[in-house]
């Protein structure tokens, strides 16, 4: 078993997105927990309210039950609702993470995993069933690439040790606030995976549970992809479907979060000749702009956010330098969020900045897009485009403050833990009728054929995937 068990300004969400009701606000401000009157609150669980139950995201249905208890008891000054066995509560923190390969022998299937998602490739209801044979054509056309990548790094991704780390030091960061958990690390694309994490948990008899995404800002595709795979497994378990959780969607407006964000920004301007003409560029990885537009991603709205928040931080300590937003690591013939940051590099080179500290403010952990991606390719495209001095704020890793506030983050969402269950809304009515589904299949499978022939496809395939 790979699981480790050691035992806040308002989104601007105006772009005909998700839009709470008075009542669901007030009902997330009475869920919403604090670790002081001025911090930032954290997004707990989606399954808070059966009145925000029902919104869909990335075209699934949420819905809580919460099942009444008795006593209370206290972990550092928080009051936890808990069963009249208070003595054996058993608090478990799941550690989700995207994963990576561990070997270069392990790049192909792991970014099988990867496409096979069907958050990360969202296909047609109608082409569903392409979606492992495209999966396993992209990885293969991809991974001898993808493999260089990681070569150039050490031979495989550091993430799971990362992780490993980070879960170790957050349950030290917790029993030192007075609460005894056991910590797990689920993987969404490689080991250990989340259903091994989840079977371990259950096994541990685990009686209140904190999900805690290894990501600042929430994204269908990673957040959600997770959130989407313990859904299943809680659904289709009598044991797991009882067991009170409490899900922290986003942290990236923690007051923790931020000050550690600035401290590493501050420490790292230190290191130019003429800090203040230092440019802050943010790097964040891109999404779909379809994801946004047509799912109702709030990832877009949550980034831009937490960039004014990091900069509000810095700017109340003397620190007023100029900073820009790019998105990175974009795959595929589709459009992705823009401004894209090889194209940023390129235009700051022409505009004359001569002096550039990356930000990779998607990540917590050290990977190939921070080891590779930023400090190489990007590295080398900015010195090409007039760039001088070019700096590299680290992922925040095991920083002392953010491993505080995650524990923080997770003491506050204790008490909002609450039996989840996810109803399948995404069987379609065809699969009970075989005729409908062979026409579908059939006319299916000549459209994709002839789709994946056609010049423009293999053209895709050519400049953007291989």
Same mark, same amino acid.
């Given at each position: 078993?790979?699981?480790?068990?050691?035992?806040?300004?308002?989104?601007?969400?105006?772009?005909?997105?998700?839009?709470?009701?008075?009542?669901?606000?007030?009902?997330?401000?009475?869920?919403?927990?604090?670790?002081?009157?001025?911090?930032?609150?954290?997004? +707990?669980?989606? *399954? =808070?309210?059966?009145?925000? #139950? @029902?919104?869909? &995201?990335?075209?699934?249905?949420?819905?809580? !039950?919460?099942?009444?208890?008795?006593?209370?008891?206290?972990?550092?000054?928080?009051?936890?609702?808990?069963?009249?066995?208070?003595?054996?509560?058993?608090?478990?923190?799941?550690?989700?993470?995207?994963?990576?390969?561990?070997?270069?022998?392990? +790049?192909?299937? *792991? =970014?099988?995993?990867?496409? #096979? @998602?069907?958050? &990360?490739?969202?296909?047609?209801?109608?082409? !569903?069933?392409?979606?492992?044979?495209?999966?396993?054509?992209?990885?293969?056309?991809?991974?001898?690439?993808?493999?260089?990548?990681?070569?150039?790094?050490?031979?495989?991704?550091?993430?799971?040790?990362?992780?490993?780390?980070?879960?170790?030091?957050?349950?030290?960061? =917790?029993?030192?606030?007075?609460?005894?958990?056991?910590?797990?690390?689920?993987?969404?694309?490689?080991?250990?995976?989340?259903?091994?994490?989840?079977?371990?948990?259950?096994?541990?008899?685990?009686?209140?549970?904190?999900?805690?995404?290894?990501?600042?800002?929430?994204?269908?595709?990673?957040?959600?992809?997770?959130?989407?795979?313990?859904?299943?497994?809680?659904?289709?378990?009598?044991?797991?479907?009882?067991?009170?959780?409490?899900?922290?969607?986003?942290?990236?407006?923690?007051?923790?979060?931020?000050?550690?964000?600035?401290?590493?920004?501050?420490?790292?301007?230190?290191?130019?000749?003429?800090?203040?003409?230092?440019?802050?560029?943010?790097?964040?990885?891109?999404?779909?702009?379809?994801?946004?537009?047509?799912?109702?991603?709030?990832?877009?709205?949550?980034?831009?956010?937490?960039?004014?928040?990091?900069?509000?931080?810095?700017?109340?300590?003397?620190?007023?330098?100029?900073?820009?937003?790019?998105?990175?690591?974009?795959?595929?013939?589709?459009?992705?969020?823009?401004?894209?940051?090889?194209?940023?590099?390129?235009?700051?080179?022409?505009?004359?900045?001569?002096?550039?500290?990356?930000?990779?403010?998607?990540?917590?952990?050290?990977?190939?897009?921070?080891?590779?991606?930023?400090?190489?390719?990007?590295?080398?495209?900015?010195?090409?485009?007039?760039?001088?001095?070019?700096?590299?704020?680290?992922?925040?890793?095991?920083?002392?403050?953010?491993?505080?506030?995650?524990?923080?983050?997770?003491?506050?969402?204790?008490?909002?833990?609450?039996?989840?269950?996810?109803?399948?809304?995404?069987?379609?009515?065809?699969?009970?009728?075989?005729?409908?589904?062979?026409?579908?299949?059939?006319?299916?499978?000549?459209?994709?054929?002839?789709?994946?022939?056609?010049?423009?496809?293999?053209?895709?395939?050519?400049?953007?995937?291989?």
């Amino acid at each position: 078993m790979h699981a480790v068990s050691h035992s806040a300004v308002l989104p601007n969400l105006n772009r005909h997105r998700f839009s709470p009701s008075r009542s669901d606000i007030q009902i997330l401000n009475r869920a919403t927990c604090h670790s002081d009157c001025n911090k930032a609150t954290s997004q +707990v669980s989606l *399954f =808070l309210s059966p009145g925000l #139950a @029902d919104r869909r &995201i990335g075209s699934r249905s949420l819905v809580c !039950r919460a099942f009444s208890s008795v006593d209370a008891s206290t972990y550092n000054g928080v009051a936890l609702e808990s069963s009249s066995h208070a003595a054996e509560e058993k608090v478990g923190v799941l550690l989700l993470n995207l994963g990576g390969p561990e070997t270069l022998d392990d +790049v192909q299937p *792991f =970014l099988f995993n990867l496409f #096979a @998602d069907p958050d &990360i490739i969202r296909l047609p209801r109608l082409f !569903r069933f392409l979606q492992r044979p495209l999966a396993k054509l992209i990885s293969t056309l991809r991974a001898p690439k993808s493999k260089e990548g990681y070569a150039s790094i050490g031979g495989g991704s550091p993430l799971r040790k990362i992780t490993d780390e980070q879960a170790l030091a957050l349950k030290n960061a =917790l029993e030192a606030k007075g609460l005894s958990s056991n910590l797990y690390v689920g993987m969404r694309y490689w080991y250990p995976f989340t259903e091994e994490a989840v079977h371990q948990i259950k096994r541990d008899r685990i009686t209140r549970l904190v999900v805690l995404p290894l990501y600042p800002q929430f994204s269908i595709s990673t957040t959600g992809s997770s959130i989407s795979v313990l859904e299943q497994m809680f659904r289709d378990d009598s044991y797991l479907s009882r067991l009170p959780v409490s899900i922290i969607n986003s942290w990236y407006q923690r007051k923790g979060y931020l000050k550690s964000m600035a401290d590493l920004i501050e420490k790292e301007l230190e290191n130019f000749s003429e800090p203040k003409e230092a440019m802050i560029f943010f790097s964040a990885h891109g999404v779909p702009v379809s994801y946004v537009e047509n799912a109702g991603d709030p990832y877009r709205d949550q980034m831009e956010e937490c960039i004014f928040l990091i900069m509000q931080e810095l700017k109340a300590r003397g620190i007023n330098n100029e900073h820009t937003l790019a998105y990175q690591s974009r795959v595929g013939p589709v459009q992705w969020l823009k401004p894209y940051t090889d194209e940023v590099l390129v235009e700051l080179g022409k505009k004359g900045v001569k002096s550039l500290l990356a930000v990779p403010v998607s990540f917590v952990s050290e990977h190939i897009e921070t080891l590779e991606e930023i400090d190489m390719e990007y590295r080398e495209l900015a010195l090409e485009s007039g760039i001088q001095n070019w700096g590299r704020v680290p992922a925040l890793g095991l920083t002392p403050s953010f491993i505080t506030d995650l524990a923080d983050a997770v003491i506050e969402a204790l008490p909002s833990a609450a039996a989840i269950y996810a109803p399948d809304t995404t069987r379609s009515d065809d699969m009970d009728d075989p005729v409908k589904y062979f026409v579908k299949m059939f006319f299916g499978s000549i459209f994709a054929f002839m789709l994946f022939l056609s010049p423009k496809m293999i053209s895709a395939f050519r400049n953007h995937i291989i």
